[in-house]
Each structure stands twice: as C-alpha cells, then as structure tokens.
C-alpha cells in the first residue's frame, strides 16, 4: 500500500505542475480507482456462474433458486439465461406473495427487470420475451405484454405459448 501511496504522490505533483503525459494520467486515474473502490473492477467470472446457474436449475425450491441465479448473474452479468431464470423464480415467489400486495408487486417488478436485462445482453432470446409478456400481463400492462408476445412470436412464429 505504501508504494501506492507514494505513486500517487509522484502523480499528483506531476499533474499539479503540468508535466504529466496523457499515459500518466491514464495511469493516475486506474490507480486512484483500484485504490479508492476495491472490487469494483472486477472480471466476469462465467465459468463459476455457469456453475452455480446449473446447481440452481436443479433446485425446486424457488428462493433457492433466486438465491442460486442471482450469485450467478452477480458473477457474470452477460450471462442472459442466468437473467431469465432469476426472473422466472421472481415470478413464482411473486405467485406464492399474492395475498401480500406490496411483496407480490415488488417481485414482478423484479421479474420484468430480469427480464429485460437478459433481452439487453440477448435480444434473440425466447423465453426472456415470454416470461417479459406473462409478467407484464400479470401486472396488467396488457399492450406491453402484447408487444412481448409478438416479439416472442417473431423469434418463433406459431409457438403456442406466445400465441395463446
């Protein structure tokens, strides 16, 4: 830590007398970084998430199974069946709350963000389109569940479930 220390120090009096290159500051900037927020820059790790997503698809139990997919996509937020999993345990925690409306509303609200997070990290993936459409159905958004479905239909025309 002590070396980082007198780095920035070096740094910093450079940039404060105008002497500092673009790659100094460049260097400056991602030590401050590494420095000031520890574990925020971090590589994905997909391999494990693949993992924990397989031993979670195994599970019956929805809240395990929200537990279990969202260690995954904590670990690899490109991981978009990871999103669609973790929207669909949403949901199903959301069906097992109704009798409690602001728990019930709050996990389809989570649900549809899974959802659209895994149609932003892939937009060809089916399933996200229609858990998107049920959710929002549920939640009685009618014309975007409608535009869900219809997506989910361009992807695989006649499927029944986007049909019906």
Do not use: W
Not at 24 to 53: F, M, N, Q, W
Not at 59 to 71: C, D, H, S, T, W
Not at 132 to 148: I, N
């Amino acid at each position: 830590m002590m070396n980082v220390k007198l780095i920035l120090a070096e740094v910093r009096h450079r940039l404060m007398r105008g002497i500092a290159t673009k790659h100094l500051k460049t260097l400056c900037i991602i030590i401050a970084v590494s420095v000031l927020l520890p574990g925020t820059i971090r590589a994905e790790d997909c391999p494990k998430a693949r993992e924990i997503y397989s031993q979670g698809a195994k599970v019956l139990n929805y809240q395990e199974r929200a537990i279990a997919f969202q260690k995954a996509v904590d670990l690899c937020p490109s991981f978009a069946e990871a999103h669609v999993n973790l929207a669909d345990a949403f949901e199903n925690l959301a069906k097992a709350a109704k009798d409690d409306a602001k728990k019930f509303n709050k996990l389809l609200d989570k649900a549809a963000a899974e959802y659209q997070e895994a149609i932003k990290r892939n937009n060809r993936l089916f399933p996200a389109y229609l858990g998107l459409g049920d959710t929002y159905r549920v939640m009685g958004l009618t014309s975007k569940s409608e535009e869900a479905y219809n997506t989910a239909l361009q992807l695989r025309p006649g499927h029944p479930q986007a049909v019906a």
